[in-house]
C-alpha cells in the first residue's frame, strides 16, 4: 500500500463523512474507507519514523507509534493545515484542546466558527476520526 495513495483516500473521503447530500449507507461507507486509510498510514509511519508528516513544533507529542490523541492533547496533535487551525484558534481562544474541538463538532458549532468553510471543517473532522475519535453527528430528521 502506497503512502500517497492513503493520503489521497483521506482527503477524497473525508469530506463525504460529513456530506448531508449522500445516504447514511454511503457516509458509513467513507468512515470506514477513510479509517482503514489512517489506520494504514499510522502503521507505515510507525514502521518508518522518519517519514512521518509532524512538523517537529515544541508542542505537539508524539502520535506516530501507539500513543492516542486524546482530549487533552493540543489542537496541534491533530495535525491540521493552518487554514483549519487558525480561525479554531482564535474562535477557542484559550490554549485549545483537541476535546474543545470534539465539543465543537458534537455540538454542530464548526459551522459558526468565522474563516471555516464545508471544506476545513471536512479537513477537521478527517482528523478527528484519524485520530481515532468515534464521531455521532446530531441527526437533521
Ligand atoms: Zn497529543
Known amino acids: 500500500m502506497q503512502k500517497w495513495y492513503l493520503q489521497a483516500v483521506v482527503r477524497v473521503y473525508g469530506p463525504w463523512t460529513v456530506s448531508q447530500t449522500i445516504s447514511a449507507r454511503e457516509r458509513a461507507l467513507a468512515i470506514r474507507r477513510v479509517r482503514h486509510a489512517t489506520d494504514a498510514l499510522a502503521d507505515l509511519d510507525a514502521r518508518f519514523p522518519g517519514t512521518a508528516s509532524g512538523t517537529g513544533r515544541a508542542e505537539v507529542h508524539d502520535h506516530s507509534g501507539m500513543v492516542p ?17 487558525n480561525p479554531l484558534r482564535s474562535h477557542l481562544r ?3 484542546t483537541v476535546g474543545q474541538v470534539l465539543r465543537l ?31 455521532t453527528p446530531h441527526s437533521h430528521g
Open 105 to 135: 463538532w458534537e455540538d454542530n458549532e464548526l459551522q459558526h466558527v468565522r474563516g471555516l468553510g464545508p471544506r476545513r471543517i471536512g479537513e477537521i473532522t478527517t482528523a478527528l476520526i484519524a485520530a481515532g475519535f468515534v464521531l
Open 69 to 85: 490523541v486524546t482530549r487533552d492533547c493540543p489542537l496541534a496533535c491533530l495535525g491540521l493545515s493552518r487554514h483549519a487551525a
Open 94 to 96: 484559550d490554549r485549545v
